[in-house]
């Protein structure tokens, strides 16, 4: 089966970082775009930052460029994404996703698989 495991969340001050892991197991890894998505209560799961497949090419929506950073680790079936400069507005559960799309997409439907959730908040 294929799992993807989400972690590192917590509460952080403003102005603080976080590092979020999405490790996953039951699929060739390097072959899938990965990405991580944040949902706040009552609102759409809407995608923050991909990392594609075939280049290691990423996206950030503007809300996140600059703060914060994806990486993979194709050895270990692991994404990074490092928050820096948090706000009170990154408050979320995010998630990571799969797609065996080879293209940093934002596109949420065409990912196929899901972690669990982790909750960050950032207090003021």
């Known amino acids: 089966d294929v799992q993807l495991q989400a972690s590192g969340g917590g509460l952080v001050q403003a102005g603080g970082s976080l590092r979020l892991s999405c490790a996953a197991s039951g699929l060739s890894f390097d072959t899938y775009t990965i990405a991580w998505f944040r949902q706040d209560p009552g609102k759409e799961r809407d995608v923050i930052s991909c990392?594609?497949?075939?280049?290691?090419?990423?996206y950030y929506v503007d809300s996140v460029r600059g703060r914060f950073t994806i990486s993979r680790d194709n050895a270990k079936n692991i994404v990074f994404l490092q928050m820096n400069s948090l706000k009170p507005d990154d408050t979320a559960v995010y998630y990571c996703?799969?797609?065996?799309?080879?293209?940093?997409?934002?596109?949420?439907?065409?990912?196929?698989?899901w972690g669990q959730g982790t909750q960050v908040t950032v207090s003021s």
């Open positions: 990392i594609s497949s075939t280049t290691g090419t990423t």
């Open positions: 996703a799969a797609t065996t799309v080879p293209a940093a997409t934002d596109y949420r439907l065409s990912y196929d698989y």
